[in-house]
């Protein structure tokens, strides 16, 4: 199986700075990583992903790294507004398989 | 496109009784899952269809758990002798089912044992 490592837990921030989280997985057969925003009361919502063939991924002030010798990604939320303030959640995905394993997640406060 | 359906979207049940939780995927997904949200462990894999069959129900609590899909319009969670520790969202999502594809999650059922 595999496991996802995700930290921090919490992670407060002012507007207008970004925001950084980082991920850890253990099974170098994974190759899709997706990235989750769950907003109070609301269902996760995919925001990015990235899989194995790339080492960055950039759309509208998200940035996904992707090291696989490390077995580490990273979620980068550049110019962070109040509206960015959620839980997010990292995953992984092996290659013989459909199923997600998720991290433990990271609210994320950004204060104006 | 409604999304994936879940109901109830709340549910209050009495310790020992039983709760089923229902989920209706995607039209055309072939792969529906369900987890299990709390604050303390995030979320948790339960279990997973592909194509309605049973694939991989590793993060089921063996003993009063189950969940089916008996066609691909819905499958059905249920918690038999429901305990406080069973309180949590649960949460279906179902996928196309290619390997890199992603999930749409249900809005979840809130499932309070009391």
């Known amino acids: 199986g595999e496991q996802v490592e995700q930290l921090p837990s919490i992670l407060r921030v002012q507007e207008g700075s970004s925001a950084s989280i980082n991920c850890t997985y253990e099974n170098s057969a994974s190759n899709y990583f997706p990235w989750y925003k769950q907003e109070p009361g609301e269902n996760p919502k995919l925001i990015i992903d990235?899989?194995?063939?790339?080492e960055r991924k950039q759309t509208q002030g998200l940035i996904v790294l992707l090291d696989k010798k490390a077995k580490r990604f990273s979620l980068h939320i550049t110019d962070t507004q109040p509206g960015d303030s959620a839980m997010y959640f990292c995953?992984?995905?092996?290659?013989?398989?459909?199923?997600?394993?998720f991290g433990k997640g990271t609210v994320l406060l950004v204060s104006p | 496109n409604a999304g994936v359906i879940q109901t109830p979207r709340h549910k209050v049940t009495g310790k020992g009784q039983e709760a089923t939780l229902w989920c209706e995927p995607i039209?055309?997904?072939?792969?529906v899952f369900w987890y299990r949200q709390t604050i303390v462990q995030g979320l948790e894999f339960l279990t997973y269809f592909r194509n309605q069959a049973p694939i991989d129900d590793s993060g089921m609590p063996k003993e009063r758990f189950s969940a089916q899909m008996p066609n691909q319009s819905h499958s059905t969670l249920k918690i038999q002798s429901t305990q406080p520790q069973d309180s949590a969202v649960y949460l279906c999502?179902?996928?196309?089912?290619?390997?890199?594809?992603?999930?749409?999650f249900g809005s979840g059922t809130r499932l309070l044992v009391i």
């Open positions: 995953a992984a995905r092996d290659s013989g398989y459909n199923k997600l394993t």
């Open positions: 039209s055309g997904h072939s792969a």
């Open positions: 999502a179902s996928s196309p089912g290619q390997a890199n594809s992603d999930y749409t």
């Open positions: 990235i899989r194995s063939n790339m």
